[in-house]
């Protein structure tokens, strides 16, 4: 497995399968990510049957929670006979939640909640979801919360790749460097030519982060210096304008918007690339790894 296959798969992840994507938008992916929710929408298409998908992301991640929208019709699939299965064989893997509309009939309710949390034993709870995204935010979070679904992260990275860069002027004097990772807490930087002698625990105010083309101001104390191989390595906190931990409005959202979009991109690339190696009955990328 190549590191970067195994940056991908580890970490838990959360996805929702076949959901409805007016009540789910990829606004809301953001917003879960930047409270340290790696979360993925799983929607059936051509490439893959939807049932062969949920089996392969149960053998390809290790730590997996699954949502489904059991109100979503589609083809070849009993939710209670499909989730029961999966429950089944990768219960000890995947924490497994449903999701349905929102009911006014208490009966309703409770025969999906005896369903699903009673007969199946699903762990993840039963949701209700309204036309109001605000209330499906604020409801979702919790449940994600309830589930554990950060892991043993506090935030999530993403890894960078050459094109992500970093000035700093401090002192009257600029130095530059190649972003390593960056999330909405930390970045880490190797600076190219000189190395600057700035001790632990500086706060520098001037920093610009250059990710994907948009421009980041920030502040950041060097928190940690450490070689690893060649590469002289430093780690900065960011700072607000307050002085205190993490990152003002604007810059929050920038720097959110590069991990989500960095991480959402490859991990969709490798479930396409997973999902067309087992359409044409080839190995999939990251399976055979995780078996057993």
């Known amino acids: ?34 409270l340290g929710y ?16 949920v089996k392969l992301l149960a053998e390809m991640f290790p730590e997996l929670i699954l949502f489904f ?11 209670p006979k499909f989730i ?25 309710i409770r025969d999906i909640e005896r369903r699903y949390l009673f007969d199946i034993g699903i762990s993840g709870g039963c949701v209700p979801i309204e036309y109001q995204k605000s209330r499906n935010l604020d409801l979702l979070t919790k449940v994600l919360a309830a589930n554990q679904a950060n892991g043993r992260r506090r935030h999530l990275r993403a890894v960078c790749n050459e094109a992500c860069k970093l000035t700093i002027s401090h002192r009257g004097r600029t130095w530059k460097g190649h972003l390593r990772d960056v999330s909405v807490s930390h970045f880490s930087v190797t600076f190219t030519g000189e190395i600057p002698d700035i001790p632990l625990y500086e706060k520098i105010e001037k920093i610009q982060l250059f990710l994907r083309g948009v421009m980041c101001n920030v502040t950041g104390v060097l928190c940690l210096k450490r070689v690893v191989g060649r590469d002289n390595i430093h780690v900065f906190v960011f700072r607000t304008a307050s002085d205190r931990e993490g990152l003002d409005p604007e810059q929050l959202e920038r720097v959110n918007n590069y991990v989500y979009s960095t991480c959402n991109e490859k991990v969709s690339n490798l479930l396409r690339d997973g999902f067309t190696a087992a359409r ?4 999939v990328p990251g399976k055979t790894e995780l078996a057993g």
């Open 84 to 108: 029961e299965e999966i429950q089944h064989e990768y219960g000890d893997r995947a924490v497994i939640g449903v999701q349905y509309n929102k009911r006014s009939d208490i009966n309703e």
């Open 1 to 34: 497995m190549s590191a970067v296959s195994s940056e991908l798969i580890s970490g838990r992840k959360t996805f929702f399968v076949a959901p409805e994507l007016t009540i789910l938008p990829e606004e809301s992916l953001k917003f879960f990510y930047q």
């Open 69 to 79: 929208n059991v109100d979503r019709r589609v083809s070849g699939i009993s939710w």
């Open 38 to 53: 790696e979360t993925h929408c799983l929607n059936d298409d051509f490439i893959l049957p939807l049932r062969d998908k």
């Open 280 to 283: 044409n009955g080839l190995v």
